[in-house]
């Protein structure tokens, strides 16, 4: 004789509630998230795109829009996703100690748009870990058109696109 499948609501009971990721993290990490998160968002409301430093006095006479200007001379654009929004993304990794923001859906020039990141984030191009690595701040993703930055950036690089009219 075959053997009964128990029901959704018997394993349900015997393997409680689906926990998130951020569920299983220690106190300590959460607050460091959070506060890391909060930092991230200041900063952005701080964040002045490259293009426009040089260009800022020149297009403020003029009745055009200078994020349509800028936009049209830059060797790279970030399309936005079907919802709209621009594609940023931010994942915790290694158990929650590591902190990426992945910068999607990028064409053309990558390594431009890298060195104008770099610089709109003040950011060091790299850096020596306690191993005496040496680890890149900002990593290009060439198979995927991806640009892969250390920390979470998100409020900051979603801030900096948005200012730069895409």
């Not at 004789?1 to 609501?9: C, E, H, L």
């Not at 293009?51 to 049209?72: D, K």
């Amino acid at each position: 004789m075959a053997a009964k499948v128990p029901s959704v609501t018997l394993l349900r009971a015997f393997l409680g509630p689906p926990t998130k990721r951020i569920d299983k993290l220690h106190r300590k990490q959460k607050a460091n998230n959070r506060i890391e998160r909060q930092e991230s968002e200041k900063r952005a409301l701080t964040i002045i795109p490259l293009s426009f430093a040089a260009s800022e006095p020149a297009t403020s006479s003029s009745s055009s829009s200078p994020t349509n200007s800028t936009t049209a001379a830059l060797p790279y654009f970030i399309h936005r996703t079907k919802s709209r929004n621009i594609p940023v993304y931010e994942t915790a990794k290694a158990g929650g100690s590591k902190h990426i923001t992945t910068l999607r859906k990028c064409v053309g020039d990558l390594d431009v748009l890298k060195t104008h990141i770099l610089e709109a984030l003040k950011l060091e191009p790299s850096f020596v870990d306690p191993r005496g690595q040496k680890k890149q701040n900002v990593v290009i993703n060439r198979l995927t058109n991806q640009l892969i930055i250390r920390g979470w950036r998100g409020a900051e690089v979603k801030e900096w696109c948005r200012l730069a009219g895409f």
